[in-house]
């Protein structure tokens, strides 16, 4: 049998990397969407339940080392999960989805890890969007999920810490609706509404300017000067006004 020789291999076989060529389509919006790998026995192991402000901040250090290396335009976490806006013509990795997937991952997983000194892990995934009208969308159903889980999580974890079994809690909140469980845990002598707010509605990090005091060589004196500098922001309006705040910042 005839060997192949080294270009025909070469070529053959890159013609197997069948998905290499794939890449954000041009012109589009594009979140990529990170979340932790069975964060739920990971948690369950080291932070307190439902929410633990060790936790936060291991995510949002997480977000905005994404944010710096993809010069994401408006980045998103709540609970295990981080999106990263990127502009219509964002031109990381030559908009290679292969690329952007695998290296997003790997920076959450390495961030993380190195924040929390535990090997953990993230999937990522892309969403696209048409218009700035879809990333308003899509940014309000992350929010009213991770309300929805927030509630579930302060529902489950305050029946639990009474002593009721997993499968009783689960028996007990099937099926059940919002003002169930707002009134069961009212009765507890816990106010959904007054849980701070980033538990509810994430937290956002984005591009701000800000004044600095700097120092002109040159004056030899002290003057102002404006920065753009990341800023990570606890208290995120909901609904109408998310979504007003979000046209305004993306504009
Ligand atoms: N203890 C604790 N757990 C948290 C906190 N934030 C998120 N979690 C947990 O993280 C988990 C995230 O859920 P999922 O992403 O749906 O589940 P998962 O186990 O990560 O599974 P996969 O994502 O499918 O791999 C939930 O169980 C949350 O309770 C926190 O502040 N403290
Ligand atoms: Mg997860």
Redesign the pocket.
Known sequence: MKKPNKQDLDVRMRQREVYHNLTLVPGMWAVVRL??????????Q???????NR??DA?VQTATALMKDLHGLYGWTS???ISILLPPGWAGFGRSLEKTLSLSASLAGSTFSLQVGQAVQF?SRIWLGATLADVLDYFQWRQEDSAR?ALQ?WAYWTLRQQGKTAQEVTQLLEGTDAAFKNELLFQQGINFNETPLWQRRGIGIYTAQVSKTGFNPILQQEVMVQRNVLVQKDDLPMKEAYRDFLGDLLQ
């Open positions: 979340d932790g790998r069975s964060f739920s026995r990971f948690t369950q080291f932070y307190q339940k439902p929410f633990d936790f936060k995510m609970s295990d999960e999937d889980c999580g």
